[in-house]
């Protein structure tokens, strides 16, 4: 793949002896910063949700919901006999493995949570959460790519774009660049199209609207992304051809069609 790297490790942005900063990480961050100062905006306007307080706090349990939620979904849902036979890779984060679904429900246990003890709207608060949250699913796409890594299936000749990901395991063959496609669909798309909706005061009156809408936008975009996406080695395909990461997005769809029809205006 095209890209200059200082490092023979293309996922390390800078080593100071046994300190690294990696791409993946700097995502992570980012995505967070960018999310938590948006958040902010986006509670502030009616109905108002929570304060500046509120959402400052909840930074904290959110960054927790997506690193424990993250990577013990990729433990059970990807690779659940190796983790097992080996329960102290679990805590080898650096080695890489996270999982956007795992990530999700961890976030989603912790507002719950900080919601009951902040005594605040559950999907109000939801609402604002899911605006910002292609922020870092985009960020995180791009830092995939960076790394070489969950590249996409042999692509034609013909493609402009098509690249080659052999330093990490892609072979000489030409391929799609998944992981921009993913970022693009799941990150700038997504974002732009909850972003202009949410600017509604009516929208943003119907708690659940906006959730439902990231929920369902988010697995119409991950469906569409694994058809150019190469699956996991130790997975393959699955059920009639599917990926893990296309089933596990049909319930996403269902319960945001659900959210969706059920939203009413706030009382």
């Given amino acids: 793949m095209f890209g ?5 490790d ?11 900063l990696r791409w993946y990480a700097l995502s992570y961050i980012t995505g967070l910063l960018i999310g938590w100062r948006l958040l902010r905006v986006l509670s502030a306007r009616t109905p108002v949700v929570a304060d ?3 959402v400052d706090d909840f930074l904290t349990w ?10 013990l979904g990729y433990v059970f849902f990807y690779q659940p006999a190796r983790f097992l036979a080996d329960p102290i890779q679990i805590l080898y984060v650096w080695q ?3 999982a956007f679904h795992g990530g999700m429900l961890g976030v989603v246990l912790a ?3 900080f919601c009951r003890r902040e005594a605040m709207p559950l999907l109000g608060f939801g609402d604002r959460i ?10 995180g796409r791009i830092a995939n790519f960076v790394n070489g890594e969950l590249w996409g299936r042999p692509a034609p000749d013909w493609l402009p774009w098509a690249m080659k990901f052999e330093a990490t395991g892609g072979g000489p063959i030409l391929r799609h660049p998944s992981q921009l496609y993913q970022a693009a669909l799941e990150g700038l798309v ?7 909706t949410a600017r509604s005061p009516v929208i943003r009156a119907r708690f659940g609207f906006l959730t439902g809408l990231f929920l369902a936008g988010y697995a119409l975009a991950r469906i569409t992304g694994e058809f150019f996406r190469e699956p996991d080695a130790f997975l393959g395909y699955l059920y009639q051809g599917a990926t893990m990461g296309q089933l596990l997005s049909l319930p996403m769809l269902a319960a945001g069609i659900i959210l969706l029809l059920r939203a009413r205006p706030a009382r």
């Fill in 4 to 8: 200059i790297h200082l490092f023979p």
């Fill in 10 to 20: 293309p996922a390390v942005i800078l080593q100071i002896g046994p300190f690294a």
């Fill in 52 to 54: 500046a307080r509120q």
């Fill in 62 to 71: 959110a960054i927790l919901g997506v690193v424990l939620g993250g990577r």
């Fill in 96 to 98: 890489g493995g996270m």
């Fill in 111 to 113: 507002t719950i949570w």
């Fill in 130 to 139: 899911a605006v910002v949250t292609p922020v870092g699913l985009g960020l």
């Fill in 190 to 196: 997504l974002f732009l199209v909850l972003w202009f």
